[in-house]
């Protein structure tokens, strides 16, 4: 599982995220954001050393195991992303860890930017995390994150993410149309993303159950979510 991405491929799957930050502080003293899947944090890293005490980062792992703050600072060192005398810059970097599909540590309307890459489909959760994205983001903040989906595992595990309306399947690209903050947009290169707004999401669905798929063979990655919507009373 690839850990160091960095601004260069954020930018290919998410678009500029260096200019969505200039923005917010072009109307912010200070742009508070999350990472969402950080690995060795190569783009916080990289954030950090632009706009230095400007942003507020925090970025979460499943696990440390994953990308803690000792690794993140030695993979910055090892790729010649920060020199000795820059680690400092790094020093108010914050890690979390855990499963972001659950509630996320964060109060409702307080985040600037929250930003994803190549992470949400490990998620078992995948719909509560995009429900939650939309309660931390602030007025006027904004998300950005890969579609929950990986084209590596064979066809027979995809879509990852699947719902279904009274036993009929629905594309998730499909059934989001009708909420005005969450929308699919696409990068200049060409890559689909997600982008969420403030706001309140909820999809009124149910996870009916999730498989790692991962568990069946060590080479392949990703979870499989089952969602079914809410029968209404
Ligand atoms: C494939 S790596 C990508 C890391 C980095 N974004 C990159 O592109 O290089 C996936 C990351 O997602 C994190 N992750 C996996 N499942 C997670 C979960 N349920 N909640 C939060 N993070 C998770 C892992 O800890 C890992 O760092």
Request: net charge positive; charged share 35%.
């Amino acid at each position: 599982m690839t850990k160091t991405r960095g601004l260069k491929e954020a930018k290919i799957k998410l678009g500029d995220l260096d200019k969505v930050i200039s923005k917010i502080l072009r109307k912010k003293k200070k742009a508070k954001i999350f990472e969402s899947g950080c690995g060795y944090g190569k783009v916080m890293t990289e954030l950090k050393k632009k706009f230095g005490k400007k942003i507020d980062i925090v970025g979460m792992n499943l696990m440390p195991d994953h990308g803690d703050k000792k690794k993140i600072i030695s993979f910055a060192l090892k790729e010649n992303i920060i020199t000795k005398n820059e680690v400092k810059q790094l020093k108010s970097i914050k890690l979390i860890f855990g499963d972001a599909g659950k509630k996320l540590p964060f109060k409702t309307s307080s985040i600037d930017l929250v930003y994803s890459q190549t992470s949400s489909y490990l998620y078992k959760d995948k719909m509560h995390f995009f429900e939650e994205v939309a309660r931390i983001l602030s007025k006027e903040g904004i998300a950005k994150i890969t579609i929950p989906e990986s084209s590596s595992p064979p066809k027979k595990f995809l879509p990852l993410l699947r719902i279904y309306d009274n036993k009929k399947f629905i594309p998730f690209e499909k059934f989001i149309k009708k909420y005005k903050i969450i929308k699919i947009k696409k990068t200049t290169s060409g890559n689909k993303f997600i982008e969420i707004n403030s706001g309140k999401l909820n999809f009124d669905l149910s996870l009916k159950s999730s498989l790692n798929i991962n568990k069946l063979n060590k080479k392949l990655f990703g979870v499989i979510s089952i969602y079914s919507k809410n029968k209404t009373k």
